[in-house]
């Protein structure tokens, strides 16, 4: 693990990541003594009297299955509020939410593809405006704000290029312009990165991936410091419905306990197998910021405690060879998503980002022949030997 930012040093809510990760909001039960927190499944509470409950009245609401859950990412995150969702789009639905008719977002023109469909597919329709622009570009963020600005929405690492964004100097132009700025952390988890402490408004996840960890849960969350900001994410929680389940947020729980243990082998394997497609002839590009080429390599070393578990890289090759490479592998499964213990190939410009349009795809640098990897946590020879016999059998 490299050496940067110790996300420890003053941080509230008692222990280490590590420690906290396994205790925050899992207190044993008072009654019978669970070490792990009950899964509540029901729908509904009995009151004391008409108005008169113990916490909890209905499960959309609120359920002391997913408060567990909820407490245990903010701790994570160095937050004082943590909200959970029934998916990491349901949460960034709730960011938007927050918005009127009128108003602008400035986004990273290298975000997930869901993200990007949901603010031009669903949130035009409204009467909201949109500006993707290259984050890592400040001067180009400076000249997309407007006076109807609301919103600078953020990636780091970004999806699928890998970019890593300056969260101070992204948080301090929103500020300027009186607009929220939140940062889509799921790719680097609060272990790697706490944005809030950098100056962030909101942290989204997506629990689907690395906080869950097993591929096995589909989950959403966003935390913050902003005691009325998380009073309208609570409002929109409980109005629209979109929450977990305490089954899903018992898995989730159960992810996190081994969060730091899987995320330091997640990144000592991408960190080999990107400086092993680095010297490969037949890739003409890796984006990955534990790599001393890429472009935020030095600000992810100061904004990161490591480099994370995801690797993009071009072949030269067309669309047809490298959905030729990666339907050729066979330790890494051909599939969307991210995060969990197995490793994941896929091709973003028919998969993940399938929806942008391919001029617009081109233009934000998604090449055909780009793929990415979500490096799990299997032995790193086996991976290197999986890609290395794709590559062969595809481009031979």
């Not at 035009?124 to 500006?131: H, I, M, P």
């Not at 233009?363 to 991976?383: P, Q, T, Y």
């Amino acid at each position: 693990m490299t050496e940067q930012i110790d996300p420890d040093d003053g941080q509230p809510h008692g222990g280490r990541f590590e420690t906290r990760s396994i205790h925050a909001g899992q207190e044993p039960d008072g009654e019978t003594g669970a070490v792990m927190p009950p899964i509540y499944a029901t729908s509904t509470y009995v009151q004391d009297g008409p108005g008169e409950d113990r916490g909890y009245e209905y499960s959309r609401t609120g359920n002391p299955t997913r408060t567990a859950l909820e407490e245990n990412l903010a701790a994570l995150e160095n937050a004082e509020y943590g909200r959970a969702f029934a998916s990491g789009m349901a949460s960034i639905n709730t960011v938007l939410n927050l918005l009127e008719a009128g108003d602008h977002v400035v986004a990273g023109d290298d975000v997930y593809g869901g993200t990007h469909r949901l603010f031009r597919q669903v949130f035009e329709q409204y009467n909201l405006s949109f500006s993707f622009v290259d984050t890592t570009d400040h001067d180009a963020v400076l000249s997309a704000m407007r006076p109807a600005t609301e919103l600078v929405w953020v990636e780091t690492p970004t999806n699928p290029l890998m970019r890593v964004n300056d969260i101070a100097a992204l948080a301090d132009i929103a500020h300027d312009h009186d607009a929220l700025c939140a940062v889509d952390n799921t790719f680097a988890t609060p272990y790697l990165q706490q944005p809030l402490d950098h100056g962030a408004d909101v942290v989204s996840h997506s629990l689907t991936k690395y906080l869950g960890g097993h591929s096995d849960v589909v989950g959403g969350a966003l935390v913050t410091d902003d005691e009325h900001l998380d009073e309208r994410f609570g409002f929109y929680q409980n109005s629209v419905g979109a929450t977990p389940d305490p089954f899903a947020c018992f898995l989730v729980l159960r992810g996190t306990k081994t969060l730091p243990l899987r995320m330091d082998r997640h990144c000592e394997n991408a960190r080999t197998i990107a400086e092993r497609l680095d010297a490969h002839p037949d890739v003409s590009h890796v984006y990955y910021p534990g790599l001393d080429s890429h472009p935020q390599h030095d600000l992810a070393a100061e904004q990161m405690r490591d480099f994370g578990g995801m690797v993009s890289f071009e072949l030269d090759a067309t669309l047809d060879e490298t959905a030729d490479f990666v339907s050729a592998t066979e330790v890494f499964a051909l599939a969307e998503s991210l995060g969990g213990v197995e490793s994941l190939i896929e091709q973003p410009a028919t998969m993940t980002h399938a929806s942008i349009p391919r001029e617009e795809r081109l233009e934000a640098g998604l090449a055909d022949g780009l793929v990415r990897i979500s490096v799990g946590v299997e032995h790193v020879e086996d991976l290197w030997t999986d890609l290395e016999a794709a590559i062969e059998a595809a481009l031979a």
